[in-house]
């Protein structure tokens, strides 16, 4: 399997706090995205990384930021967390934007309280 | 409209038999499509492309039909470790080079013994 980890696996944060994911690969590929899962809406782009310090928004922005200083490392921040936050946080990994699909984190379970 | 569109199921089949799912799209400049597996609470997993002129792959057959804009997946003799849920990917290319990755919200297979 393709050297991608997410950390934490798990975590419980308290509404108004600020909470950092990580997602660390070992494939020196190019793009790199954030995913967040709910049911009922699939998975949704939130941001994504076609190099270090080139980012871009995806679908569903708003409340998170990212930061990519090393290829390797592509983190997200939830600037100051909401109970809609709540989800199951993917990031994905592709040598190219989309062609010949994604290889998945195996996701961060986040609960705001 | 949603832009990909799944039956959610559950199809629950009897071990050996033969199950299909479909999956809609509605942009017809679509360029490349995927089905991926995804197991309770894991993160999905790319199972195969779908080429214009059909794919197979062990007892998976991916078929793609772009007048009517669907494609299909096709699973013969179902085992029971292939019950997950099973997930469509429609790529659309956009600006720059980057391709836009929508997911679909899933068809949910259940072989039973």
């Known amino acids: 399997d393709a050297g991608i980890t997410q950390s934490p696996r798990h975590k419980v944060t308290e509404t108004g706090t600020p909470v950092t994911l990580r997602c660390h690969q070992t494939?020196?590929?190019?793009?790199m995205y954030w995913y967040r899962q709910d049911p009922g809406h699939g998975l949704r782009l939130i941001h994504y990384s076609y190099g270090v310090k080139d980012t871009d928004k995806g679908e569903v922005s708003d409340g998170y930021s990212v930061s990519r200083s090393k290829t390797e490392d592509f983190l997200l921040t939830l600037e100051s967390a909401t109970s809609s936050q709540t989800s199951v946080y993917f990031c994905?990994?592709?040598?190219?934007?989309?062609?010949?699909?994604?290889?998945f984190g195996s996701g961060t379970r986040l609960t705001v309280v | 409209r949603k832009e990909v569109e799944q039956d959610p199921g559950p199809f629950n089949v009897p071990e050996g038999a033969t199950v299909a799912f479909n999956c809609t799209y509605s942009n017809s400049a679509s360029q490349s499509f995927f089905w991926y597996r995804q197991d309770c609470r894991k993160e999905p997993k790319l199972l195969m492309s779908?080429?214009?002129s059909g794919n197979e792959d062990g007892r998976f057959t991916a078929q793609l039909n772009r007048a009517s804009q669907y494609i299909s997946l096709l699973i013969r003799d179902s085992k029971l470790s292939d019950s997950a849920t099973y997930l469509c990917?429609?790529?659309?290319?956009?600006?720059?080079?980057?391709?836009?990755?929508?997911f679909g919200t899933g068809t949910k297979l259940q072989v039973i013994p």
């Open positions: 779908v080429y214009s």
């Open positions: 994905a990994i592709s040598e190219s934007s989309g062609i010949g699909g994604y290889t």
């Open positions: 494939e020196n590929h190019r793009y």
């Open positions: 990917v429609v790529n659309i290319a956009g600006s720059g080079g980057y391709q836009k990755v929508t």
